[in-house]
């Protein structure tokens, strides 16, 4: 089993929310920073949004204002509420954690990933 677990993908029209949760395994025991990142085809993975355990937030330029992380009152979940979403966000979505204090994302662990497909 992957060490991180989403879900919440699918298949959404232009302009329409979805909402991604992801749920650490009982193998992880030290998270600070948590975040989501995605990969499109034929395009590099990259950071969509991150927080760290008091909250410290960073986003992906084209999502700021669109998108929101947050982290769940359970031990090692992340949560990513995409709204007035766009065509280009098609990719997979991939849950991501580190045991270090960092405003940018390095993960340590992974999701198995979760497809979004933003079309009309």
């Known amino acids: 089993q992957a060490p991180l677990v989403e879900s919440g993908g699918g298949l959404v029209q232009p302009g329409q929310s979805l909402r991604l949760s992801c749920a650490g395994s009982?193998?992880?025991?030290?998270?600070?920073?948590m975040g989501w990142y995605r990969q499109a085809p034929g395009e590099q993975r990259e950071l969509v949004a991150s927080i760290t355990n008091d909250g410290r937030t960073k986003y992906l330029d084209s999502v700021k204002g669109r998108f929101t992380v947050s982290r769940g009152d359970a031990k090692n979940t992340v949560y990513l509420q995409m709204n007035s979403l766009k065509p280009e966000g098609t990719a997979v979505y991939y849950c991501?954690?580190?045991?270090?204090?960092?405003?940018?994302?390095?993960?340590?662990?992974w999701g198995q990933g979760t497809q979004i497909t933003v079309s009309s």
């Open positions: 009982g193998g992880i025991f030290t998270i600070n920073t």
């Open positions: 991501a954690a580190s045991p270090h204090y960092s405003d940018y994302l390095i993960p340590d662990y």
